[in-house]
Structure formats: C-alpha cells, structure tokens
C-alpha cells in the first residue's frame, strides 16, 4: 500500500547535537511538508518542498534545515540552534493542487536528553 | 489571506450521543474543505472533503459534513458516538491563489464519557 513512513517514532537529542528524521512517501506527491506540533498549537509550518531540489520555509523554520534530492525523500534535520526542539514533528505529501487533501505520516516525538 | 476556526478547543460527549464539531473560515472564494481527525500519538487521516456541489459530505467512520456559505462554516457531524471516536479533529481550508498549502484550524479535541 501506498503511504509515508517516518523513522524513528521516538528520537533523544543530547545538547548541542544535531538529530535527522526521515521522511519517505511512495505516493508519487510532487509536495511534501513538515509540520511541528505542540500541545494546544495546532499544526505549525516549518519547511515544504514542491520539486526536487527545491524547498521553502514555512512559519517556524529557524533551527531547522531539510533537503529534497529525491522525490520520495524529505528529511528534516533539527539543529542545535533550535533550543526547543521538544516536539511532535508530522511529515505530510500531497498533489500541487489546491483540491488535494494531504496524507501524513505517523509522526516522530523528538525529546531532549 | 485564508483562515479557519474551530472555536471548541475541548467537547465532551456520552458515548452514543451525537456530536457536531464546529469550523468557520475566511476565505473570499468557494474554498476547498477538509476535515482531519488525529489519534493519540499517530498522523492525521482524512474524513472528509469538500469541493463543490452537495453541501452535505458523507465521510469515512460515519462522519459527514454540511458546507453553509452563508455562515462560511463546515461542521462536522455524527449521529452516535463512539468511544473509538475519542480524537483531535481538525479542520482545514485548501488555498487558491498560486499557493498549494492548506491552512489548519487549531483543532477540536473530543473526549467521549462511557
């Protein structure tokens, strides 16, 4: 079946260490996104990427940086500069139209050492 | 710019009880209009959309949706409860415009009392 993994489900960062978390769809989305999510916040926008090699920065992307070398790959990687990175962080892909719902993936809950 | 609000941040329900969750949005068009609902700890499934046509959207788990233009609101309904139903709900709008990106309510989290 079709759909996007996320790996790990749980991730431990120490201070100052940079920590990845993959993102993979076989959907065959031109779209994929990143969203971070914190108790009571809603969905917030940290980067999403409409063609390979190519990305933009949603609301929240300082402390973060991703890359899109392949289609079906989207990885996010969390950076010591952001100083809060507790989190639930929701991997999403869908078409480039307006009428396309997302699909997501189940999500990694990043935690600090 | 686009907006959407689910003014219920918690609803609580008996189980077997109906339910109907409230959105409004802002948006000058027609809209294109989702609704999500998320297990504990799991990503988001869509239950429903709405594009044009029958304002009222059946969806999936028994779910549907009425889109009223003139309240600019897509509530979201369920005749009997279930425990399983116990979830955040969100509500989302589909942009226009050149840009692809949907907008999110903050979501509606459902608590269901045995």
């Known amino acids: 079946d079709g759909g996007i993994t996320q790996s790990p489900k749980y991730l431990f960062r120490k201070e100052g260490q940079n920590v990845t978390l993959s993102c993979e769809q076989n959907?065959?989305?031109?779209?994929m996104y990143w969203y971070r999510q914190d108790p009571g916040q809603g969905l917030r926008l940290i980067y999403y990427s409409q063609i390979v090699n190519d990305f933009q920065k949603g609301d929240i992307a300082e402390g973060y940086s991703v890359s899109r070398e392949k289609k079906e790959s989207f990885p996010l990687t969390v950076t010591s500069a952001q100083k809060n990175p507790t989190a639930f962080y929701l991997c999403a892909s869908s078409g480039t139209q307006p009428n396309q719902p997302q699909h997501f993936g189940d999500g990694t809950r990043l935690s600090i050492l | 710019a686009q907006s959407v609000t689910q003014p219920d941040i918690h609803i609580t329900v008996s189980e077997g009880a109906s339910l109907e969750l409230r959105c409004n949005y802002s948006y000058g068009a027609t809209p294109y209009l989702f609704w999500y609902v998320q297990s504990p700890g799991q990503g988001l499934q869509l239950l429903l959309k709405y594009f044009s046509g029958d304002t009222l959207v059946q969806g999936i788990k028994g779910f549907e949706a009425e889109f009223k233009r003139s309240q600019s609101s897509f509530n979201l309904r369920k005749p009997s409860v279930h425990w399983s139903d116990a979830a955040e709900y969100f509500c989302a709008v589909g942009a226009t415009g050149g840009s692809y990106i949907p907008t999110f309510g903050r979501g509606t989290s459902l608590i269901v009392h045995p």
């Open positions: 959907l065959n989305h031109d779209a």
